[in-house]
């Protein structure tokens, strides 16, 4: 397996994540979203200290966006999406055995899981899934233009091209597309606008099978997205090789920039950077750089802080009913009543409504 190095800043090879280039494009242009992002800055610093032993489900819509049958992924692919996010979301992933020692005891199962939408937001049945066809063969993608996700965001998140949110405060909305550029995903930040919020997946780093690519193919891309969603930063902070920054989180060391590649982690453990000796980057983790073969754990700080959102600006999907089937059994019986009644009615017959606890049958 190839030896793992460090990216630089000015390379656009390897993975692509656009979500501060989207933070920082809001925080420039929209005085509610700074408010915002303070404020929320500020509450996840206190809100972290408390556990949490319930496990919370999070409704997903995924709207496929597509010019041609390869980009209309199968069904197939988008659950082994939604399997990736469950397996690595609540530490199932085999390859948790690869977690250097000294950084094992940080890793963790965050009691978070993902599943299709079951209720539209009509409250009618649906698949968790919308698939639209779109004009374009590609979403245009410039790394080194500070608008582009915006651009991204006017044409993938609205029905000219792409497709509008579901609402935000029920469902996760991951949009699947075909991205030029190399980047392979993005996602916005707690504290955004409704129109735009939720995750962007190029369809080449979606799940596996169908159109995703190696070294992307582990459903990865949508991980480190989904928790930039739940309000995790890049673990090395941003700061261009600097030291300075952080990711507010004190188990991740403080790392100089991304890691990149894939490594057999025996081998490249310790990677020293910023004198975070002697155990050095926590490069494995999922909000890393690294390969989806390499990225393999969440830390206990991270779940502080992505609790921290679900309590806060992210609580309303715990609280979605969109997970629920619309045909439950209860419903069918109260249809098969009905169906006696409309028929008693059309024979003309005499029917004595009676109560049964909820309404009158």
């Not at 010019?67 to 530490?91: G, P, V, Y």
């Not at 915006?150 to 949110?165: M, R, T, V």
Request: glycine share 8%; net charge negative; proline share 4%.
């Amino acid at each position: 397996m190839a030896r793992k190095t460090k990216s630089k800043a000015t390379t656009i090879e390897g993975r692509q994540c656009a979500a501060m280039q989207q933070h920082n494009y809001l925080a420039q242009t929209d005085e509610t979203y700074r408010t915002n992002r303070r404020r929320i800055e500020a509450l996840s610093s206190l809100a972290r200290t408390q556990p949490r032993t319930d496990i919370i489900r999070i409704p997903v819509v995924v709207h496929v966006l597509f010019n041609d049958d390869a980009d209309n992924i199968s069904r197939e692919q988008i659950d082994s999406q939604i399997d990736a996010l469950n397996r690595d979301f609540r530490a199932r992933n085999a390859d948790r055995v690869d977690i250097p020692d000294a950084f094992k005891m940080f890793a963790v199962d965050t009691l978070i899981e993902f599943g299709l939408a079951k209720r539209d937001p009509e409250h009618l049945e649906t698949s968790g899934i919308t698939r639209t066809w779109t004009s374009k063969t590609e979403f245009p993608y410039d790394p080194f233009d500070n608008n582009a996700t915006a651009q991204l965001d006017s044409l993938i998140k609205h029905d000219e091209f792409g497709k509008a949110a579901w609402p935000r405060d029920r469902y996760l909305n991951i949009w699947v597309c075909k991205i030029e550029g190399g980047l392979l995903g993005y996602a916005q930040f707690p504290g955004g606008p409704a129109a735009t919020d939720g995750v962007v997946i190029n369809n080449t780093a979606f799940g596996s099978g169908g159109t995703a690519l190696a070294p992307f193919d582990l459903g990865r891309t949508a991980v480190h997205e989904v928790g930039h969603f739940l309000d995790l930063l890049h673990i090395w902070g941003d700061d261009n090789g600097g030291c300075l920054g952080s990711d507010n989180i004190s188990d991740t060391p403080n790392q100089a920039g991304p890691n990149s590649g894939s490594s057999i982690t025996n081998e490249s453990f310790p990677l020293i950077s910023c004198n975070n000796g002697p155990n050095g980057d926590m490069f494995m983790n999922y909000m890393d750089y690294v390969n989806d073969d390499t990225m393999v754990m969440f830390s206990a700080g991270q779940l502080e802080r992505m609790n921290a959102a679900l309590a806060g600006p992210r609580k309303a999907l715990s609280e979605s009913d969109a997970l629920e089937s619309v045909a439950t059994e209860e419903f069918l019986l109260a249809g098969a009543n009905m169906d006696v009644i409309d028929r008693h009615a059309e024979a003309g017959d005499e029917i004595e409504m009676r109560f049964d606890g909820v309404g009158w049958v």
